[in-house]
């Protein structure tokens, strides 16, 4: 029979890293965003005026599931998921073979939280338990498009377009023949300075649109920690494209399990003759194909230039806001839905203007 129990503070990253760390590694259903590393990262960052807390299931004194939250104390208690922000999935991270009753007991948990004025759960796939069992309506947030990869890279190529696939073959003719180009893994002992190419690559595709980028002010931090850690657990996948030994674009990508997570890219508008970006996504799907992956997961957004890519699978992430009763939690609500629909209006008008070099 699974239990809940409710672990609170910052003791909690400690308590639990070694169960943690090995629930990880036997769910399926895990992202880099459900790992103790990103989690525990993001506390150090982005933790101040909240409160952790976590939601473990266990069978015995085994660790099955596990849902790390913070709580924030405004004008209304709100509970929401650990990893706000940069994170593109916030669903638990559930063991296998688990994952429907120990979702249902996280709901219970969930729903039987003291103390709290408002439940609100970002960032859920619409295919994850969890999302089956929650009572509130959900609210869309994104729309994530992945692609089921074939066996060899070849065969993946026959499926594009012939423009794209005229672009991608540029991998294999005479910049990179010629050693004008490449493309270079970026080692565990440069990562600094290979986020670093990242950022200045990212701002320059993002400043031609007048827009600042994904990469600001805590957040330049925080994901030179995680690069370190997933470096060297092997989950890093950092790629710097280089044109006369100049950085012309760089793509951030991760792999875990199954799957390769492409999270963001830039690249040197000037350079788009090269096809820059279109070159670094195609490298990492033929690595991820080399090395087995079954899955390349482009993450949150349905930009055109994704679409071409020829992704199988369009997944919805859900949003569920629910009072736990009150005026407080009504009005956090109201407030809350209306916020939504505003950011969603904002995604609406960002999306389709995405990676086209």
């Not at 459900?34 to 266990?58: C, D, L, N, R």
């Not at 672009?167 to 970026?186: H, M, P, W, Y």
């Not at 670093?196 to 993002?206: K, V």
């Not at 997570?261 to 003759?273: E, L, V």
Request: aromatic content about 10%.
């Amino acid at each position: 029979m699974l239990r809940a129990n409710v672990h609170f503070g910052e003791g909690l990253f400690k308590e639990l890293e070694g169960s943690w760390r090995d629930l990880v590694a036997h769910s399926s259903t895990c992202t880099p965003f459900q790992t103790f590393e990103w989690h525990s990262t993001w506390w150090q960052m982005y933790g101040g005026g909240k409160q952790p807390m976590a939601i473990a299931v266990y069978e015995g004194q085994d660790l099955v599931g596990l849902y790390p939250l913070t709580k924030s104390h405004g004008i209304w208690r709100t509970v929401r998921p650990m990893g706000m922000g940069p994170s593109d999935y916030l669903h638990p991270l559930i063991r296998n073979g688990y994952e429907e009753p120990a979702s249902a007991c996280l709901n219970e948990a969930i729903t039987n939280l003291s103390g709290v004025d408002l439940i609100d759960l970002h960032q859920i796939r619409e295919t994850n338990p969890l999302a089956s069992c929650l009572a509130a309506s959900p609210l869309e947030q994104a729309t994530c498009l992945v692609l089921d990869l074939p066996a060899t890279y070849e065969a993946y190529l026959a499926t594009l377009g012939k423009s794209l696939r005229y672009d991608v073959r540029k991998l294999d003719k005479s910049l990179f023949a010629t050693g004008r180009a490449s493309i270079e893994q970026v080692s565990p002992d440069d990562i600094s300075a290979g986020m670093d190419i990242l950022f200045e690559q990212h701002r320059l595709r993002w400043r031609k649109r007048g827009l600042p980028g994904a990469f600001l002010g805590k957040g330049i931090e925080f994901h030179k920690r995680w690069a370190a850690q997933a470096s060297r657990n092997g989950w890093l996948w950092l790629s710097v494209l280089r044109l006369d030994g100049e950085p012309i674009g760089a793509i951030y990508a991760m792999k875990l399990g199954e799957t390769a997570f492409y999270y963001q890219a830039g690249f040197d508008p000037s350079k788009g003759s090269v096809s820059p970006g279109t070159l670094l996504v195609a490298h990492t799907i033929r690595r991820a194909i080399e090395e087995g992956a079954r899955h390349f997961d482009f993450m949150r957004g349905d930009e055109g230039y994704k679409r071409r890519w020829k992704p199988q699978n369009a997944y919805h992430n859900l949003r569920f806001i629910a009072p736990s009763g009150g005026v407080l939690g009504n009005l956090g609500l109201s407030w809350n839905r209306a916020a939504s629909s505003v950011e969603g209006r904002v995604r609406a008008r960002l999306e389709g203007k995405g990676l086209l070099g």
